[in-house]
């Protein structure tokens, strides 16, 4: 039954994105992304990743759809020229293809318990996480304890490219400042008249909120953690900028206050790092923390998942305003 | 399960290069990004397809779990930040694409090329 399905998700998974590529109509290949995150996520679960499922899901259905959106607003919603080169393309993609396909075969057998993936160091993290750790969810364990180094470098990396955009869409724009406060925000005003969104939106926004802090808090014991928390509370924030409009939602969280966020996040991070140094013993180490080491492991988790999820959604926001706050052409 | 397993390894490869050509064919600026989101969800595809372990589940201890085999934890860690990291870097080409269509008045490739050789 979950090999039916299975194919059946992958099937459907290809197919859009062929929608994807074959379209000319911009609009409708970002709303099929959207689709194809959500069935990529259905694999992923099917797959037993669930954190991975629950990340992508937030990140991929909701947030890069409104991104990709927010960017036609800016540029446009049709691609005009036709495709150049298109035969030499093909071919070259249906050669690599091909050369793929070859390789398949010298894959390991999937789910082959003996495969070269699952005799490194995976299995030392699922003996080892009850002892060092002690929390349920060994993905959580390996992203804030074993593989710190790795997950604080990728939140630097989100705290850039959030920075790079704000660089990039932030002031010199075509409009002046002036001009821009001049002019009444028809566009700001988003879904207000139209009723039924709006009351659903309102219905949803607050339990969206309460779900991401479960996820985040919760996060040691089931699927979930800072990463896919900052994802549902950015998403929480976009769904209500889009019924009540942008001015709204940075009345009731200001820029100065997303930045702050996505500073003080990094900051916890690195700061739990540093934090084991001065307690004598090595950078990111958490289990000075406390007197009891598994104790301290745990502390030292919920502290960097909480710096992780406080600079994520500072940084999805903050891109998120900078979209929307940008004037067209 | 076999089967299953083929099938996993070759949408990955068509999906990898139904990307790929997005990426290199369109002349388009949002496409092409759209082209490389999905070369993206390819590899993530690929890394989950390796941590599954048959009959496993997913890797957390729980009392109706115990003594049951689990999936590799590891890759699904990598792909879980590289989803965000995605994202991120993502937005930061959706912005570079929309000074272009500011400067340039247009988002398609071989526009951009004449006004650069005017």
Redesign the interface.
């Known amino acids: 039954m979950t090999?039916l399905f299975?194919?059946f998700l992958?099937?459907l998974?290809?197919i859009t994105?062929?929608g994807?590529?074959h379209t000319k109509n911009?609009f409708v290949?970002?709303m099929l992304?959207g689709i194809?995150?959500l069935l990529?996520a259905a694999?992923?679960f099917l797959?037993?990743?669930?954190?991975?499922a629950l990340?992508?899901a937030a990140?991929?259905a909701g947030?890069?759809t409104v991104?990709?959106l927010?960017?036609?607003a800016?540029?446009?919603e049709r691609?005009?020229?036709a495709?150049?080169?298109?035969w030499l393309?093909?071919a070259?993609?249906?050669s690599?293809?091909l050369v793929?396909?070859y390789a398949?075969f010298d894959?390991?057998?999937?789910?082959?318990?003996n495969?070269p993936?699952?005799q490194?160091?995976?299995p030392w993290?699922?003996e080892k996480?009850?002892e060092y750790v002690d929390i349920?969810?060994?993905?959580t364990?390996?992203?804030g304890t074993f593989?710190g180094y790795?997950?604080l470098g990728?939140v630097f990396?989100?705290f850039t490219?959030?920075i790079?955009?704000l660089f990039?869409?932030s002031g010199g724009?075509?409009a002046s400042p002036t001009e821009r406060r001049a002019r009444p925000a028809e566009s700001a005003i988003g879904l207000r008249d139209d009723l039924i969104p709006r009351v659903v939106a309102r219905l949803l926004v607050p339990f969206i909120l309460l779900f991401g802090l479960y996820v985040q808090f919760h996060g040691e014991?089931?699927?979930g953690?800072g990463?896919q928390a900052?994802?549902l509370i950015a998403a929480a924030f976009i769904l209500y900028a889009l019924v009540e409009g942008e001015g709204r939602t940075l009345e009731a969280l200001p820029r100065k206050a997303l930045m702050a966020l996505t500073v003080a996040g990094a900051l916890l991070y690195g700061g739990v790092g540093l934090a084991g140094i001065v307690l004598g013993s090595e950078f990111l180490d958490y289990s000075v923390l406390a007197s009891n080491p598994v104790k301290g492991q745990q502390i030292g988790i919920i502290l960097i998942e909480l710096g992780v999820g406080m600079t994520?959604t500072g940084?999805?926001l903050s891109?998120f305003h900078?979209?929307a706050a940008?004037e067209q052409? | 399960m076999q089967l299953l397993g083929i099938y996993h390894y070759w949408v990955f490869a068509v999906l990898l290069m139904i990307g790929f050509y997005a990426v290199v064919a369109k002349v388009n600026l949002v496409k092409k990004l759209i082209g490389l989101s999905i070369f993206q969800a390819a590899v993530f595809l690929l890394y989950i397809t390796m941590s599954k372990v048959s009959g496993g589940t997913a890797p957390i201890f729980s009392e109706s779990a115990a003594g049951q085999l689990f999936s590799n934890p590891l890759p699904q860690v990598l792909i879980l930040t590289a989803i965000v990291v995605g994202i991120s870097t993502t937005a930061l080409g959706l912005g570079i694409v929309v000074r272009i269509k500011e400067r340039y008045g247009t988002i398609e490739e071989h526009e951009i090329q004449e006004i650069d050789r005017r």
């Open positions: 090999v299975g194919i992958l099937t998974v290809v994105a062929l994807i590529v911009l290949a970002v992304l194809f995150s990529i694999n992923f797959l037993d990743a669930a954190d991975v990340t992508e990140v991929g947030i890069s991104l990709f927010g960017a036609l800016l540029t446009s691609e005009r020229a495709t150049p080169h298109r393309s093909l070259v993609v249906v690599a293809t793929v396909l398949t894959k390991p057998t999937f789910g082959d318990p495969a993936v699952h490194h160091v995976g993290y699922l996480t009850p349920p969810n060994v993905v364990a390996v992203l593989r790795d997950t990728e990396v989100v490219a959030g790079g955009v990039l869409l724009g075509p014991y089931g699927p953690g990463f900052g994802a994520v940084v999805l891109i900078a979209f940008r052409t």
